[in-house]
């Protein structure tokens, strides 16, 4: 049996979310606009939670449900970043996004699967996987901010505004991603005996973590320009996508102990 009812519960979110996107677009500060995204997120909310039930085990385990995790962080990410900011253009790339994440669910439906392995039968990790998925979300739409810089500074001539909207996602994004190796470690501690293994995907993410660490040190002490700092934004967004999914493809992968998250 596949995901009940997903389609619909998607449908509808997507819907809401192009007329809420709709009517920001023309409107501008529109509250119709948020109340209508804002219900898409509830919609989505309740989706999430009456599969949780279904399943009796945290959706956090195939493709899929992380899939699902993030079309639900990048909205809450969007409109937390609207309301202290206004950028509309941000909506429309985290919602567009997020609705992107729901279409591929829907495109590749997947088959109900209660059980959980070992490994993953642990208090942290819930924790874990929610702490790496939102800062996932905010590193990746620092991301785009770091694309756009690059498209006015090169392509329209123009300098580059919006870099401090990238340093303060980042700077909230790499938060949540040492609490992600913290708990990762107490997890693996835990698991297999051992806080550290280095295992390709710990190895991974430590070169994430790193990279951005790098960035953080470049931005705060100022000693390149906003130029540089993009691109090494853009790096580090490529050393991310490579720990998340790049590393299943690894030939070292096939030893490796998260092979779960490849089902």
């Given at each position: 049996?596949?995901?009940?009812?997903?389609?619909?519960?998607?449908?509808?979110?997507?819907?809401?979310?192009?007329?809420?996107?709709?009517?920001?677009?023309?409107?501008?500060?529109?509250?119709?606009?948020?109340?209508?995204?804002?219900?898409?997120?509830?919609?989505?909310?309740?989706?999430?939670?009456?599969?949780?039930?279904?399943?009796?085990?945290?959706?956090?385990?195939?493709?899929?449900?992380?899939?699902?995790?993030?079309?639900?962080?990048?909205?809450?990410?969007?409109?937390?970043?609207?309301?202290?900011?206004?950028?509309?253009?941000?909506?429309?790339?985290?919602?567009?996004?997020?609705?992107?994440?729901?279409?591929?669910?829907?495109?590749?439906?997947?088959?109900?699967?209660?059980?959980?392995?070992?490994?993953?039968?642990?208090?942290?990790?819930?924790?874990?996987?929610?702490?790496?998925?939102?800062?996932?979300?905010?590193?990746?739409?620092?991301?785009?901010?770091?694309?756009?810089?690059?498209?006015d500074f090169?392509?329209?001539?123009?300098?580059?505004?919006?870099?401090?909207?990238?340093?303060?996602?980042?700077?909230?994004?790499?938060?949540?991603?040492?609490?992600?190796?913290?708990?990762?470690?107490?997890?693996?501690?835990e698991a297999?005996?051992?806080?550290?293994?280095?295992?390709?995907?710990?190895?991974?993410?430590?070169?994430?973590?790193?990279?951005?660490?790098?960035?953080?040190?470049?931005?705060?002490?100022?000693?390149?320009?906003?130029?540089?700092?993009?691109?090494?934004?853009?790096?580090?967004?490529?050393?991310?996508?490579?720990?998340?999914?790049?590393?299943?493809?690894?030939?070292?992968?096939?030893?490796?102990?998260?092979?779960?998250?490849q089902s």
């Open positions: 049996m596949v995901w009940i009812d997903f389609s619909i519960y998607a449908g509808i979110t997507i819907v809401l979310w192009i007329l809420g996107l709709a009517a920001q677009v023309k409107r501008g500060k529109s509250w119709l606009g948020v109340v209508l995204l804002g219900l898409g997120i509830l919609v989505l909310t309740v989706f999430i939670a009456r599969l949780w039930i279904l399943l009796e085990r945290p959706p956090m385990r195939t493709l899929g449900e992380t899939r699902l995790w993030y079309g639900f962080f990048l909205p809450i990410v969007g409109l937390i970043t609207y309301w202290r900011w206004r950028y509309n253009w941000f909506l429309v790339y985290t919602f567009g996004l997020a609705s992107l994440f729901l279409i591929l669910n829907m495109a590749y439906p997947e088959n109900y699967n209660k059980t959980l392995m070992p490994a993953l039968q642990s208090i942290w990790f819930v924790p874990h996987v929610l702490v790496y998925i939102v800062s996932y979300a905010l590193l990746a739409a620092s991301s785009v901010v770091s694309a756009k810089g690059i498209f090169y392509i329209k001539k123009k300098p580059m505004i919006h870099i401090d909207l990238a340093d303060n996602l980042v700077y909230l994004g790499f938060a949540f991603l040492t609490m992600g190796l913290l708990f990762g470690a107490l997890w693996a501690k297999w005996g051992h806080y550290w293994t280095w295992d390709p995907k710990e190895t991974w993410a430590l070169l994430t973590w790193m990279v951005y660490l790098v960035y953080i040190h470049l931005r705060i002490h100022k000693t390149v320009s906003n130029q540089k700092a993009v691109w090494v934004l853009a790096l580090a967004f490529v050393v991310l996508l490579i720990c998340w999914f790049g590393v299943n493809y690894l030939p070292s992968a096939s030893n490796s102990v998260h092979t779960y998250s």
